[in-house]
T-cell receptor
Framework: DTGVSQNPRHKITKRGQNVTFRCDPISEHNRLYWYRQTLGQGPEFLTYFQNEAQLEKSRLLSDRFSAERPKGSFSTLEIQRTEQGDSAMYLCASRPPGARSPLHFGNGTRLTVT | GQQLNQSPQSMFIQEGEDVSMNCTSSSIFNTWLWYKQDPGEGPVLLIALYKAGELTSNGRLTAQFGITRKDSFLNISASIPSDVGIYFC??????????????FGTGTRLKVLA
């Protein structure tokens, strides 16, 4: 049983650099979510996709952030011109079809911006 | 971003004791989820609740969907050292508000003393 896979697990980058994270959801799940989690806080919603369509974006997702899910399978989250405040755990979750269904999370990508 | 209120924020208990925690919202939810997160890992789903008043168990864990649909409760019976971690609730407004994102609580940090 393959769960949600995220790569890389850790990323250290210098301020101003661009970074890209990848998420591979559970295969039969049509919905994919990105969350951000800072130390001591719960996950905060960033955006979600149903198949390849991006249906909702949080105000937390500034214009430096972009997410894609080109073929309705894996997704990428790119952060341009990283800032120290972007340091966080970026969590991806997928969800099967149906109005009432839970999120299944990956183990996240820990980003540190120096 | 918006987060739900969880109580207590943290708790230290003796092994064998029962634990209770709750989560409250100012708005109505159609689904409540409970997760456990270990350091450096993604949240792991414990229990999903889909109906007001519903009481669901998973081993030593029992969770309830509040009648008002604005709260949920999680109980752990006979705690053991591996119960240590952070417990998060998550709620989804669903069709009532036209959004299908889960909002997370602030977390309850549990430490079990052997």
């Amino acid at each position: 049983d393959t769960g949600v896979s995220q790569n890389p697990r850790h990323k250290i980058t210098k301020r101003g650099q661009n970074v890209t994270f990848r998420c591979d959801p559970i295969s039969e799940h049509n919905r994919l979510y990105w969350y951000r989690q800072t130390l001591g806080q719960g996950p905060e919603f960033l955006t979600y996709f149903q198949n390849e369509a991006q249906l909702e974006k949080s105000r937390l997702l500034s214009d430096r952030f972009s997410a894609e899910r080109p073929k309705g399978s894996f997704s990428t989250l790119e952060i341009q011109r990283t800032e120290q405040g972007d340091s966080a755990m970026y969590l991806c979750a997928s969800r099967p079809p149906g109005a009432r269904s839970p999120l299944h999370f990956g183990n996240g990508t820990r980003l540190t911006v120096t | 971003g918006q987060q739900l209120n969880q109580s207590p924020q943290s708790m230290f208990i003796q092994e064998g004791e029962d634990v209770s925690m709750n989560c409250t919202s100012s708005s109505i939810f159609n689904t409540w989820l409970w997760y456990k997160q270990d350091p450096g890992e993604g949240p792991v789903l414990l229990i999903a609740l889909y109906k007001a008043g519903e009481l669901t168990s998973n081993g030593r864990l029992t969770a309830q969907f509040g009648i008002t649909r604005k709260d949920s409760f999680l109980n752990i019976s006979a705690s053991i050292p591996s119960d240590v971690g952070i417990y998060f609730c998550a709620g989804e407004p669903g069709a009532t508000s036209g959004t299908y994102k889960y909002i997370f609580g602030t977390g309850t940090r549990l430490k079990v003393l052997a």
